[in-house]
Every structure is written in C-alpha cells, then in structure tokens.
T-cell receptor, first 110, second 116 residues
Framework: DQQVKQNSPSLSVQEGRISILNCDYT??????FLWYKKYPAEGPTFLIS?????DKNEDGRFTVFLNKSAKHLSLHIVPSQPGDSAVYFC?????????FGAGTRLTVKP | KAGVTQTPRYLIKTRGQQVTLSCSPI?????VSWYQQTPGQGLQFLFE???????NKGNFPGRFSGRQFSNSRSEMNVSTLELGDSALYLC???????????????FGQGTRLTVV
C-alpha cells in the first residue's frame, strides 16, 4: 500500500535553475510532511518539513508547498547547485508513523 | 555527538542463511526504526522500537524480526534469506516515537545486504 508516491524516478536540471520535486499522497489524515535528501553511501538527512495546516514553508533555497485538496506536495530548490544532486525522499507522518515515497534522483548539471 | 552507527556496512549471504544487523542510535535517543531500501520502492518501513518494545510493524513477513536492548541499541534479524531480501537496510533514531515537526529521525549509513 503505497500511501506516498513519487512518480518521477529522476530529474535533471541545469545549475542555477529551479528544481521541482513532486510527491502525491493518498491518506488525507497525514499530520505533516518531510523531505529527506540522500547521498550515495550515506543515510538520508532531514531537509525540510511542513505541517498539514500550512501550505508553504521556506528555508533558504528550499521551499515546500502543500496542496491538500490535490493531496500533492512539492519541493522547490532555487537556485539549484551541483551539490544538490542526490536522491530526495518525500515522507508523511500520521499517528507518529512515517511513510516514505520511492525517491527522486535529482541531477544538477554545471 | 556521535551519529547513528550501523554494522556491518556490507554483508554477503547465501539463500537460506540468516543475518543479524545492528544499530546504535544517537546517545539519548530511545526510538529506533528500521527501513528497507530497494530501487523503485523507496524506504519501506519494517518496524519501530521504543524502550525495548516493538511499537509498530510494517508489512513484512515473519522472517524479519527485531529487538531493542536496554541501552537502546537495536538488532534486526532476517531468517531464511531470499534473493529478494537484497537491499540497503537503514536504521533511524529519534528521541521518541511521538513525532513532531522538530523531532525528525536521524539515519545511519545503512547495511548493504546482498543475498546470492
């Protein structure tokens, strides 16, 4: 039961441009959402989160948007940098249980 | 402050064998969760332990089991290994299972298990 879906396995963006990573979910009861970033040979690291009562949260170059009616979440990275190249996981929490999407591999080209 | 430590980093086993993976959480963290990462499937939740008790379990067969010790260190065991068990197994620790926006989980580097 894939409650959190990242339908794009990969994304390639030019340095300096915007990267938009998408995530869809099926459970309207999720309390909040998170994005994790994972480099090869490392564990995922927390990037940014958003409560289900908000529609936007911004932290530096990273902004997460939440569209509850569409059950859709997106992460915007502006401007994208080569060091942002990694796998990005969307996660959602309900009743203290965290569920992850399949991940999107972002490649930022110099 | 040391991070989450998982041992071993790499492991090769043959079908039918069993394996035990270890996770030492961040000092002071009492909640440990285990995830399986495979290409295309993302992070699949295995189980979570808090204060030596399994608090939640994902949809994995009974061959997958775990436990947590009084010092919060956790082990997971997979018996009768199958080829499809080949994956990266990640452990995450957090202060408690009662998640809020500021109690995110911290992951270890994972154990890469290959079943041949």
């Amino acid at each position: 039961d894939q409650q959190v879906k990242q339908n794009s396995p990969s994304l390639s963006v030019q340095e300096g441009r915007i990267s938009i990573l998408n995530c869809d979910y099926t459970n309207s009861m999720f309390d909040y959402f998170l994005w994790y970033k994972k480099y090869p040979a490392e564990g995922p690291t927390f990037l940014i989160s958003i409560s289900s009562i908000k529609d936007k949260n911004e932290d530096g170059r990273f902004t997460v948007f939440l569209n509850k009616s569409a059950k859709h979440l997106s992460l915007h990275i502006v401007p994208s940098q080569p060091g942002d190249s990694a796998v990005y996981f969307c996660a959602a929490v309900v009743n203290n249980d965290m569920r992850f999407g399949a991940g999107t591999r972002l490649t930022v080209k110099p | 402050k040391a991070g989450v430590t998982q041992t071993p980093r790499y492991l090769i086993k043959t079908r039918g064998q069993q394996v035990t993976l270890s996770c030492s959480p961040i000092s002071g963290h009492r909640s440990v969760s285990w995830y399986q990462q495979t290409p295309g499937q993302g992070l699949q939740f295995l189980f979570e332990y808090f204060s030596e008790t399994q608090r939640n379990k994902g949809n994995f067969p009974g061959r997958f089991s775990g436990r947590q010790f009084s010092n919060s260190r956790s082990e997971m065991n997979v018996s009768t290994l199958e080829l499809g068990d080949s994956a990266l197994y990640l452990c995450a620790s957090s202060l408690s299972p009662f998640r809020g926006l500021n109690t995110e989980a911290f992951f270890g580097q994972g154990t890469r298990l290959t079943v041949v």
